[in-house]
């Protein structure tokens, strides 16, 4: 198998002094698509920005395409290949459809037509401010707008958040195609559980801040007990009272 | 005897986006009631919405009393009190002064006494006691910063109670907190359940609500989906597939053996 | 007559497009960094210093008027890069407020440069302008005003261009949104922050050039530019280029017309000229407006905040504390000599003024800068009840204070609903307004000359300035007097430390920590707010009394905005929170005690002092927020420090469910987040 674009090695942390995520060790590859589950407050969002730099972790190594990543900056990552859709969308309301597109750091330029070619209705709306595009419409500006970066590594946090699944049902299967076609790693938190595994080649579920669950997806999506399970928190519950 | 909070047809829009809708909900006395949904669902605003903090339309009644039209701290007066998903602690201030804030408010004639002569403010007892009932004792003259995710929580919950409150909110207690922590939280919530002190929870935690919850209702894209007693929930297809993003069909309802744990938890705490 | 107003409008344009230009250096800095930046007219202070200095050989050689523009321009770039590298970039994770305070040095270390380089008088330069003349309706008006206004116009055309269609506009704009979503897609906001801080700076050189048409070079008439170019930039949002122009413009055009209609036979008069500080009542008036009906609307900035305001320790034994150290003070006012005593006196005096701002920055988190005003208040009201109404002491103090008090309660209304950073611009304004129109007038102020304050006596017995009693030092002000004042600090510092450890000073940090939290724990934020005003008023009444009784005269220079802002920027290094800050401030602060021992021992001028300032305040925000004489006496406990890490990323939505670290959320971003319209 091909060395991942992105490995987690026992990576704890946190705000303060308590860390919301611990031990956590996961591994992305190229061209693959990893899902990470677990009720809200269970540390998927902190994971995200861990490998984004958004957050330092307290232990733990991060590694982007082999290399230690600790001593580089949000920018710099992100410069280096790491697209990072946040919960928030990611987008800038004051700036117009086409500006996102002009924006860019030095030396890089993001081809407008790529973006019209993976959401054509976006070409309409070229003008429009972005606070003003409905909710798909940014989430599409967000995830066109990162896909046109050509990232080797792609952070998707919570898509369907707010929306209605069937416009994330539209997103995903481009991200899915660009993953396949152009072998970019891509980590995807959603809440929506049945469209992520529906996409996804392999699944972590984070509970309570550690991983409880490693499958492949399609064995999850066979079996939704597994998941049933760590989200009401029984196995976690049972596992607390017997000890 | 009126319920300890009645909300009736409580809807709150946030520009073109109605966030809430109608939101019927009670609160019995000596009732824990749970609050749940997906991320986004309404639940903080609807908190928000029942302490003051967004404009809403609807009627709130606490303790019968229609308190809709009051601004935050004099609903805090009558009885309300909330925790905060992000805690919010008074940063700058001792863990007993965070209590002591909510405590009580001086009086003139007090603060006359405190600022001219210098006396000391009293040592409220009921802060003294809520900080032994959380065992915070130890940590009374730290500041929030110094403390682990888990004792803010605590604290936060102790800054409510100091107030003296007819009717607790808490939004999110459990986040945040590891599963110890968070089991660990839920007897004590039960147990000031059970010592008279009804009690609105809001959380992600599953196992805690439907544990410990004597009644549950369900919140998705603002509206109410379900309410119901733990067990109805649990099955309730709809709740599955508010929560999961799935069809009853995809997932066999896993009744028996969820939330057991918690239903010998609230019982052990109940016979104490 | 329409004419007439037309033709003064006219001649209002080149002052206008100064105030424009200024507002335009405040926007560019608020959208590169965040920053509130007060220094912008002192930035153009130094370009106009600058030019006239190779304008006309200052410095052994004399320029050609091309030659010195351009080196001018120069210059303000290194300016721009020396703000951005020693100021902006190191603060730029603090909160907007101590950005500000900064900002506050950079203006006081200017000033006090350029006094010290070159004294305090005022230097002809030769214009950059043509010298032609057009007249209107019979008046003449010199072309320069046409050109200065088609100048900066070009310049915020070219802003509001740049903006909009170039890719570091584009960029400027994304980072000032939102950084940390900047930093996602790769762009470095230092960067843009850097391009703004040089493009502001260039801006602020073109003001300081033009203003070579208008006015010979002082160190003082650009820096306080600022007043109204802040009121064009908060009509402009702190974003708008042209508007900001406009409002400018309109601005220097309505003050011209004022000066027009002071001409007429209608117009108040006050000791035979016309009525002194219209003016700069306008300006606040358009500040009011632009922060209650547009600042509403000032985009916030999604900047990443690592910390807040210091800790306000809580005072242990303060009696204790005051017994140890007002024995002490109260024999060297006895045994100092004479011009170490006044010093005493002075920083006793200041300390009182400080300990003011202590309560309502310290405690409540509202930065004021009308405290100073307030004194001023509270000491002409002294002066007059006494040469006017024969009311002495203590009744004319005691009236004094309680209006100035009063006062203070009237501020806090709109306080209310500015926020912090807002607060602070509106009661500069306010200073400024307060000096002019009220210190400085005729009647009812002071005049130029001082208003005579007679000793303050009690039955009889004289303990003023003048009192027979000498000390050991001899001379005067007497040490009866500095006993006097010493009893009031002491006074005034029990009560502050007493307020911090009382149950409405917990409430007023509850306020400032989080009002959302304190309002839900049943706190009654409005009261607590205006209590806090009203306070801290009250004890600017009480320096201000000092004040007036200490010289026997009280005059408008006391109550400037300058001392105002100094006063500001002498408290953070010290320690806005605590007790022993605000004493320590009133220590060091110029005219004080340190300052007196500089000048004898070493015959440094207190505008070294100032200089050292700009820079100190840097430094302790950087390095040491909670002041110096804080950290003394409330000891080193890191550990009582909020970590850095801990407060959410505010540009960063993502804070909210899974961080779960508490702190400061803004309530405001919740509705943007859902404010997002759901289709399908």
Request: glycine share 12%; charged share 15%.
């Amino acid at each position: 198998m091909s060395e991942p674009v992105l490995s987690l090695e026992n990576v704890s942390a946190g705000y303060g002094q308590a860390d919301v995520i611990r031990e956590i060790t996961l591994e992305v590859h190229p061209g693959e698509i990893v899902t990470l589950l677990g009720p809200n407050g269970a540390g998927k969002t902190t994971t995200l920005r861990v490998v984004s730099g958004l957050l330092k972790p307290s232990r733990g190594t991060v590694r982007y395409q082999g290399h230690d990543v600790a001593h580089l900056s949000p920018t710099r990552r992100a410069r280096a290949g790491i697209a990072h859709v946040p919960e928030g969308r990611g987008i800038f309301f004051g700036l117009t459809v086409a500006e996102h597109l002009r924006l860019g750091y030095r030396g890089e330029t993001i081809d407008p037509e790529a973006v019209y070619t993976y959401f054509p209705a976006l070409r309409q709306l070229r003008d429009r401010p972005a606070g003003l595009l409905s909710g798909g419409e940014q989430q599409m500006l967000a995830v066109a707008r990162n896909l046109a970066r050509s990232p080797d590594l792609l952070l998707l946090d919570e898509l369907s958040l707010g929306l209605a699944p069937l416009l994330v049902e539209r997103l995903l299967p481009v991200v899915h195609d660009y993953a396949r076609e152009r072998s970019c790693g891509v980590l995807l938190v959603e809440q929506h559980v049945p469209l992520a595994l529906q996409v996804a080649d392999r699944c972590y579920v984070l509970s309570h801040g550690d991983l409880v669950l490693h499958e492949p997806a399609a064995r999850v999506r066979d079996n939704p007990e597994l998941l049933v399970a760590s989200y009401l928190g029984q196995s976690s519950t049972t596992k607390a009272l017997a000890t | 005897m009126s319920p300890a909070l009645q909300a009736a047809g409580v809807s709150v829009s946030f520009g073109a986006v109605r966030a809430l809708q109608d939101v019927d909900l009670e609160v019995g006395e000596g009732k824990l009631v749970g609050l749940i949904g997906p991320n986004g669902a309404g639940k903080t605003t609807f908190v928000d919405a029942i302490t003051g903090f967004v404009q809403a339309s609807g009627s709130v009644r606490l303790e019968g009393r229609e308190i809709s039209a009051l601004p935050p701290h004099r609903r805090a007066h009558l009885g309300l009190a909330r925790t905060w998903q992000t805690i919010e602690l008074f940063d700058d201030l001792t863990v007993r002064e965070n209590l002591a804030v909510a405590g009580g408010r001086p009086s003139l004639p007090e603060s006359f006494a405190e600022i001219v002569f210098g006396r000391q403010p009293r040592a409220e007892r009921l802060a003294e006691e809520v900080l032994g009932l959380l065992d915070l004792e130890d940590i009374a003259e730290e500041l929030p910063s110094n403390l682990s995710q888990g004792r803010r929580k605590l604290v936060g919950i102790a800054r409510a109670l100091a107030s003296k409150p007819s009717l607790l909110l808490l939004d999110e207690p459990a986040a945040g907190l590891d599963t110890h922590e968070s089991l660990d939280l839920g007897r004590r919530l039960r147990r000031l359940v059970d010592g008279g002190l009804p009690t609105l929870l809001i959380d992600h935690d599953m196992g805690l609500v439907l544990g410990i919850c004597d009644e549950i209702y369900v919140l998705d894209f603002g509206k109410l989906i379900a309410r119901g007693s733990p067990e109805e929930v649990r099955s309730n297809p709809d709740v599955l597939a508010a929560y999961l993003g799935t069809s009853a069909a995809e997932v066999e309802p896993d009744a028996p053996g969820t939330g057991t744990a918690w239903a010998a938890v609230a019982e052990g705490t109940a016979e104490q | 007559m329409a004419s007439q107003i037309f033709a003064y409008a006219i001649l209002g344009l080149g002052s206008g497009a100064l105030i424009a230009g200024t507002g335009l250096g405040v926007v560019l800095s608020y959208r590169g960094s965040g920053v509130i930046n007060l220094s912008t007219g002192a930035v153009a202070m130094l370009s106009g210093y600058c030019y006239w200095a190779l304008a006309t050989g200052e410095f052994g050689v004399t320029f050609p008027t091309a030659w010195a523009v351009v080196l001018t321009l120069l210059f303000s770039v290194v300016v721009g890069l020396a703000f951005e590298l020693g100021v902006v970039r190191p603060l730029r994770r603090q909160p907007p407020l101590a950005k500000l305070v900064a900002t506050l040095g950079v203006l006081l270390s200017a000033q006090a440069a350029i006094v010290l380089a070159f004294g305090n008088t005022a230097h002809p330069q030769p214009s950059i302008l043509p010298s032609g003349v057009v007249t209107l309706f019979g008046v003449t008006i010199p072309d320069y005003n046409l050109w200065m206004a088609a100048i900066v116009l070009a310049a915020a055309l070219l802003f509001a261009a740049a903006y909009r269609w170039t890719r570091f506009g584009i960029g400027t704009r994304a980072a000032s949104e939102n950084e940390g979503y900047a930093t996602l897609y790769g762009l470095s906001p230092n960067r843009y922050s850097m391009g703004n801080t040089v493009l502001m700076a260039l801006a602020m050189g073109l003001v300081g050039l033009l203003a070579a048409s208008i006015d010979e070079v002082d160190p003082i008439t650009l820096i306080l530019l600022i007043v109204p170019g802040l009121a064009a930039a908060m009509f402009g949002r702190l974003t708008g280029f042209t508007t900001t122009y406009v409002a400018g413009v309109v601005i220097g055009m309505a003050e011209s017309i004022l000066i027009y209609l002071g001409g007429q036979s209608w117009f108040p008069t006050s000791n035979g000229g016309p009525l002194p500080g219209i003016d700069e009542l306008l300006v606040l008036l358009v500040l009011i407006v632009a922060t209650f009906f547009r600042a509403g609307k000032i985009p916030s900035r999604g900047a990443i905040i690592e910390r807040r305001l210091p800790r306000a320790p809580r005072p242990v034994a303060p009696l204790r504390t005051a017994a140890f150290f007002v024995p002490i003070a109260a024999l060297a006012m006895w045994a100092l000599p004479f011009g170490f005593r006044e010093g005493l006196v002075t920083s006793c005096i200041f300390a009182v003024s400080l300990l003011s701002l202590v309560v309502i920055t310290g405690y409540l988190g509202q930065l004021s800068l009308v405290q100073l005003g307030l004194a001023g208040v509270a000491g002409f009201l002294v002066s007059h009840l006494s040469t006017n109404f024969g009311i002495g002491f203590p009744w004319a103090p005691i009236i004094g204070v309680l209006a100035a008090a009063a006062l203070g309660v009237g501020f806090g209304f709109p306080a209310l609903r500015v926020r912090g950073v807002q607060l602070a611009v509106v009661t500069l304004a306010a200073t400024v307004a307060l000096a002019t129109f009220w210190f400085s007038n005729g009647s009812w102020g002071a005049g130029v000359l001082g208003a005579p304050v007679p000793p303050p006596s009690l039955f009889g017995f004289n303990f003023g300035t003048n009192a027979s009693f000498h000390g050991l030092g001899g001379g005067e002000p007497s040490p009866l007097f500095g006993w006097f004042c010493l009893i009031v600090l002491t006074v005034v510092g029990l009560l502050v430390a007493n307020l911090r450890r009382s149950r409405l000073g917990q409430q007023m940090l509850a306020v400032r920590a989080n009002e959302r939290a304190a309002a839900a724990s049943g706190v009654n934020v409005r009261n607590v707010k205006l209590t806090g005003f009203g306070i801290a008023a009250g004890i600017a009444g009480v320096s201000g009394v000092l004040l007036s009784y200490s010289y026997g005269s009280i005059t408008p220079k006391s109550f400037s905005a300058l001392t105002a802002i100094a006063l500001v920027a002498f408290v953070y290094i010290t320690g806005i929170t605590s007790v022993p800050g605000g004493i320590f401030g009133g220590i060091i602060y110029t005219g004080g005690i340190f300052a007196y021992a500089l000048l004898d021992w070493f015959g440094l001028q207190g505008n070294w002092l100032n200089l050292a300032v700009g820079f100190l305040v840097v430094l302790s925000l950087v390095s040491r927020p909670e002041g110096g004489a804080t950290f003394l006496f409330y000891g080193k406990r890191p550990s009582l420090w909020p970590r850095a890490s801990k407060e959410p990323q505010e540009g960063l939505p993502a804070g909210g469910a899974e961080t779960g670290g508490g702190g400061q959320t803004d309530g405001s971003l919740r509705p943007q987040h859902v404010g997002v319209e759901v289709t399908s």
